[in-house]
């Protein structure tokens, strides 16, 4: 399969927090644009967001330094004991190597 030009705008994340009179703020903590990884099949990986807790740890941060932390080293396919948010961006007619899910379908 050929791979397709991607027309669409690089993805951003924002992560928020608080400031010291506990407003909520955009944190600057990492770059609003996610890292992407291209596998062989085209398909694009971006890390949306993890936490090693549940519920997650916001406190001073925690939860962001767990992310950056898994921005380096990527965690398996989960993390059991918080969460894994990832957005794949695959090209038409690609076999996903994970599984399909069909939403509004019901069998009696």
Do not use: W
Request: aromatic share 6%.
């Amino acid at each position: 399969m050929c791979p397709r030009p991607k027309n669409i705008r690089p993805l951003k994340r924002y992560i928020t927090t608080h400031d010291v009179s506990g407003k909520a703020i955009f944190s600057s903590a990492l770059s609003e644009e996610m890292p992407v990884t291209t596998i062989p099949d085209g398909a694009d990986f971006s890390l949306a967001y993890t936490s090693s807790h549940f519920p997650a740890k916001l406190n001073n941060e925690a939860d962001i330094h767990e992310y950056a932390k898994n921005l380096s080293n990527p965690p398996g396919l989960v993390i059991r004991t918080g969460s894994v948010c990832r957005i794949v961006d695959m090209q038409p007619g690609v076999t996903s190597p994970m599984h399909r899910t069909t939403l509004g379908r019901r069998s009696c």
